[in-house]
């Protein structure tokens, strides 16, 4: 269905659930019902308060009115007669003198018995375009009118509304997948992380939890960054003249954070680049030596406004998978180029794959000639042909210092994230006089390439909770394999295996409990860990151990050894399980 008419659609029904709400409520005051993704909400001034055990009553309410509604009819009216319309509806006078001050028409639309101020956007036949089993009331919530505080608190009821009854059933599920996977739930659950509200914004990170944020870093180093790299680690703290100096203070000091120290002003770094400026500057180099590639990992600080804060996608504190590589305008195709490749193959690990790619050119609050950005749009649009990705442009998204290549990553929900990044710079060296010696002795200034490939590991970390649904593949689990003992006469063997296990590099746990196997083995499905080795008398005679795998029912009798053996090339090879 198109977009335009799913919108009608879902508008529709706001209609509906306004004329429902009053035939139940004949004092309620409807104010606005728009539609939105997925569905549609009305805000009510009720005479009582109401909760989602009302919802199926309005539903059945809706469902009964619909089949009389033959079309919506349009009516042009002048602001008195809008006004002794909804005389006792203050909401509606409200809107009424905002659209009189406009000098737009003002339009009501009747269906059935109900008449509404609505500017349009609605089905033609309502009783035959809207299904009654294609769309559901979901939920009650406080809403203040026009989203100001200090207006009074109204009751939003949503819904949810498709073409069909099957796509509306196809959404419920997904969402009700959404919900058992949601990180925000999941993390504190599995001991991996939490928030306080006296550090907001910044996860505490419990012992498993770091466990999984250092295989993250370790990956990075690893494999992310790539061979050629070198590691750094700058202060976290600048004067102000270096922000100013790189652009930041003009056009990103609102997102910092600022503070006085001995009458100096100066901020949190919100990212690294600038600072490597700073490094390079200090050595002189040749076209030999480039590209340079520097990567830090250090923790970034962005003032994020507390209502856009959201679990671990949207926090104040991160790291991230940060590079900038220092090169010549010969050497920017191949190692463009080059980034693209390994992208794809770090998302493979992940069981990700690569969705839409986007070429963002100039914003309108740029530094640089156009001539210059014109360049460096060129040159990342050289490289995605050369590597055969196809592309989109996405006009005036660049950085304020360069274009730059945004991949959405698609998670196995099929949901798109912003992740990966490629920003070609050519602004930012000017900016900090960066020269090296070209191959006839002459100075130049390089370019730089920002990179960042898992982009910021709070963030990834967040949306790998909800990829695995808090089952990690074996080399990211905090706990690899839990040793489960039938009784107390078996810890003495448990313990010498959990010890071996060890040795081994494998993150091993004993389950001491008092409790039957059956309770051990439900209890570490629940904690997600991917390999329960039971032990009785049988294991302690034979040097063995039973093992059974996370969500199989299945077990299997293995030599320890054989065990070890099995599960290290399951981490060595980054196996998804």
């Known amino acids: 269905m198109p977009e335009d008419k799913l919108h009608n659609l879902r508008h529709s029904l706001a209609h509906l659930l306004a004329a429902a709400v009053l035939e139940i409520w004949p004092d309620a005051k409807p104010s606005i019902g728009p539609s939105i993704e997925n569905g549609f909400y009305y805000d009510f001034d009720l005479p009582e308060k109401i909760s989602e055990n009302d919802?199926?009553?309005?539903?059945?309410?809706?469902k009964e009115i619909l089949p009389s509604w033959d079309s919506f009819q349009r009516i042009e009216v002048s602001p008195v007669e809008a006004k002794e319309k909804f005389a006792h509806n203050p909401y509606k006078i409200e809107l009424i003198d905002e659209i009189a001050a406009s000098q737009q028409p003002i339009t009501l639309y009747r269906s059935g018995n109900f008449t509404d101020l609505c500017r349009g956007g609605h089905v033609n036949t309502p009783n035959r375009d809207i299904k009654s089993d294609a769309f559901k009331l979901d939920r009650v919530a406080g809403a203040y009118w026009r989203g100001d505080e200090k207006n009074k608190m109204l009751t939003r009821i949503y819904g949810l509304a498709f073409e069909t009854k099957e796509e509306l059933e196809k959404y419920v599920a997904f969402r009700d997948e959404m919900a058992k996977r949601d990180h925000r739930v999941l993390g504190p659950k599995l001991g991996l992380f939490l928030f306080h509200e006296w550090s907001p914004g910044i996860p505490f990170y419990q012992p498993k939890g770091t466990v999984v944020r250092n295989e993250l870093e370790k990956f990075v180093r690893e494999i992310s960054y790539g061979p050629g790299y070198s590691e750094v680690k700058l202060p976290q703290l600048f004067d102000a003249e270096l922000w100013k100096t790189s652009g930041h203070w003009e056009h990103f000091q609102n997102d910092m954070f600022i503070l006085k120290v001995e009458d100096r002003d100066f901020a949190l770094k919100p990212m690294n680049c600038p600072g490597h400026m700073i490094l390079y500057k200090q050595g002189l180099y040749s076209y030999k030596d480039l590209p340079l590639r520097l990567a830090e990992a250090s923790t970034l600080f962005r003032n994020e406004l507390s209502g856009a804060l959201g679990g671990l996608t949207r926090v104040r504190a991160f790291a991230q998978d940060d590079c900038h590589i220092f090169l010549t305008p010969e050497q920017v195709s191949d190692e463009v180029t080059e980034l693209l490749g390994r992208i794809k193959k770090i998302y493979d690990i992940f069981g990700m794959e690569i969705g839409d790619v986007f070429l963002s050119t100039r914003p309108e609050q740029a530094m640089g000639t156009a001539e210059e950005w014109k360049k460096a749009e060129n040159a990342l649009g050289q490289a995605l042909e050369k590597a055969n990705w196809k592309y989109e442009i996405n006009p005036g998204d660049g950085a304020f210092y360069g274009p730059k290549i945004d991949m959405q990553i698609k998670d196995a929900l099929g949901r798109k994230w912003q992740l990966a990044t490629i920003q070609l710079d050519?602004?930012?060296?000017?900016?900090?006089?960066?020269?090296?010696?070209?191959?006839?002795?002459?100075?130049?200034?390089?370019?730089?390439?920002?990179?960042?490939?898992?982009?910021?590991?709070?963030?990834f970390l967040g949306i790998l909770i909800e990829q695995f649904a808090g089952a990690f593949p074996v080399w990211l689990s905090p706990v690899q394999a839990i040793i489960l003992p039938i009784s107390e006469k078996h810890l003495d063997y448990a313990r010498q295996t959990a010890a071996k296990l060890f040795e081994s590099g494998i993150r091993v746990e004993i389950d001491?409990?008092?409790?039957?196997?059956?309770?051990?083995i439900r209890d570490a499905e629940l904690q997600k860990i991917p390999y329960m080795l039971v032990i009785g008398d049988k294991e302690v005679k034979s040097n063995s151990v039973t093992v059974r795998k996370r969500g199989e029912k299945e077990q299997q009798s293995l030599n320890l050894d054989e065990f070890?053996?099995?599960i290290n090339i399951e981490i060595k090879e980054k196996r998804l399980f």
């Open 512 to 520: 001491e409990r008092n409790e039957s196997v059956g309770k051990k």
């Open 55 to 62: 919802l199926s009553k309005i539903e059945t309410k809706m």
């Open 426 to 459: 050519f602004q930012m060296p000017k900016r900090f006089e960066l020269e090296y010696v070209d191959s006839d002795g002459s100075r130049k200034t390089p370019i730089v390439i920002h990179r960042a490939i898992l982009g910021s590991f709070e963030r």
């Open 564 to 566: 070890i053996d099995k």
